[in-house]
Nanobody, 123 residues
Framework: QVQLVESGGGLVQAGGSLRLSCAAS????????MAWFRQAPGKEREFVTG????????RYADSVKGRFTISRDNSRNTVYLQMNSLKPEDTAVYYC????????????????WGQGTQVTVSS
């Protein structure tokens, strides 16, 4: 079992930065693929980025490439999402997720989810 708790969300002006954290419990964290999804009001939850257990393979949605960076520290059971050059369209609830499979973009492949953290970008 893996339990996930996100933190670091908040209100930021366009062009600003935020760093989200996702703390995981469970001894198998280091073997899990971790990902971030987001859900804006009235929209489907969408894949943002994912990272393999070793950290040597990452994947990004086109909308965040070059602006967001995912990383993980297996010694701290934590995955991070550094978000730079934020835009109003990045406003959403951001969710951390874990899976035993590869870095997939479909939410159905992820077995474990956090409760989400709100990110609001003002124009």
């Amino acid at each position: 079992q893996v339990q996930l708790v996100e933190s670091g969300g908040g209100l930021v002006q366009a062009g600003g930065s935020l760093r989200l954290s996702c703390a995981a419990s469970g001894r198998t964290f280091s073997r899990r693929v971790m990902a971030w999804f987001r859900q804006a009001p009235g929209k489907e939850r969408e894949f943002v980025t994912g990272i393999t257990w070793s950290g040597d393979n990452t994947r990004y949605a086109d909308s965040v490439k070059g602006r967001f960076t995912i990383s993980r520290d297996n010694s701290r059971n934590t995955v991070y999402l550094q978000m730079n050059s934020l835009k109003p369209e990045d406003t959403a609830v951001y969710y951390c997720a874990a899976t035993n499979f590869g870095v997939q973009t479909t939410r159905e492949t992820y077995s474990y989810w956090g409760q989400g953290t709100q990110v609001t970008v003002s124009s």
